[in-house]
T-cell receptor, first 110, second 116 residues
Framework: GIQVEQSPPDLILQEGANSTLRCNFS?????LQWFHQNPWGQLINLFYIPSGTKQNGRLSATTVATERYSLLYISSSQTTDSGVYFCAVAGKDNFNKFYFGSGTKLNVKP | GAVVSQHPSWVICKSGTSVKIECRSL??????MFWYRQFPKQSLMLMAT?????????EQGVEKDKFLINHASLTLSTLTVTSAHPEDSSFYICSARDPGRGNTIYFGEGSWLTVV
């Protein structure tokens, strides 16, 4: 399967700070999504972004497919942003079958 | 609102018993659903692909006789953990693709299983 590496593994921010999370993947992908897992375990879909750039409020994401990485930007962080952020990719052979990174655990302090 | 729903959200069962978890696509038909497992503080690992009307495809290392998957309709897949043991305690989560919403995958809310 596709190897997915996320960095940093842990991140502590002061409320209001900005951050960038990175996702590297080992092969060409047809599907890439960013998720936020809340303390109850629920996965919230943030972006479907196999390529290009998207923005949604304080969050934005960029995927450079040719260089096999994606970035998730969080601006003006809030305590409610805390949780684990996962990057998941699916290869060209089966774009439904996700491989997850190990996640970035974000803790935003007031 | 949720487009993929799991039930139950929490379940506690005794060792040796079986427990069933349901995954439903609420407003679309899903020919394929996926089951994942997540151990505490770890990432999600794909267990199997559930195919409507046919046998599930299991990932390497997953016991198909222990984790029974049935996809009897286009909106429902079930995962049955048979003869559960404490090491089966985990967070189980399913996903499905909605053809009407492009290639976006939606995940269920997950099910916490504790075997005592």
């Amino acid at each position: 399967g596709i190897q997915v590496e996320q960095s940093p593994p842990d991140l502590i921010l002061q409320e209001g700070a900005n951050s960038t999370l990175r996702c590297n993947f080992s092969d060409s992908v047809n599907n890439l999504q960013w998720f936020h897992q809340n303390p109850w375990g629920q996965l919230i879909n943030l972006f479907y972004i196999p390529s290009g750039t998207k923005q949604n409020g304080r969050l934005s994401a960029t995927t450079v497919a040719t260089e096999r990485y994606s970035l998730l930007y969080i601006s003006s962080s809030q305590t409610t942003d805390s949780g684990v952020y996962f990057c998941a990719v699916a290869g060209k052979d089966n774009f439904n079958k996700f491989y997850f990174g190990s996640g970035t655990k974000l803790n935003v302090k007031p | 609102g949720a487009v993929v729903s799991q039930h139950p959200s929490w379940v506690i069962c005794k060792s040796g018993t079986s427990v069933k978890i349901e995954c439903r696509s609420l407003d679309f038909q899903a020919t394929t659903m996926f089951w994942y497992r997540q151990f505490p503080k770890q990432s999600l690992m794909l267990m199997a692909t559930s195919n409507e009307g046919s046998k599930a495809t299991y990932e390497q290392g997953v016991e198909k006789d222990k984790f029974l998957i049935n996809h009897a309709s286009l909106t429902l897949s079930t995962l049955t953990v048979t003869s559960a043991h404490p090491e089966d305690s985990s967070f189980y989560i399913c996903s499905a693709r909605d053809p009407g919403r492009g290639n976006t995958i939606y995940f269920g809310e997950g099910s916490w299983l504790t075997v005592v």
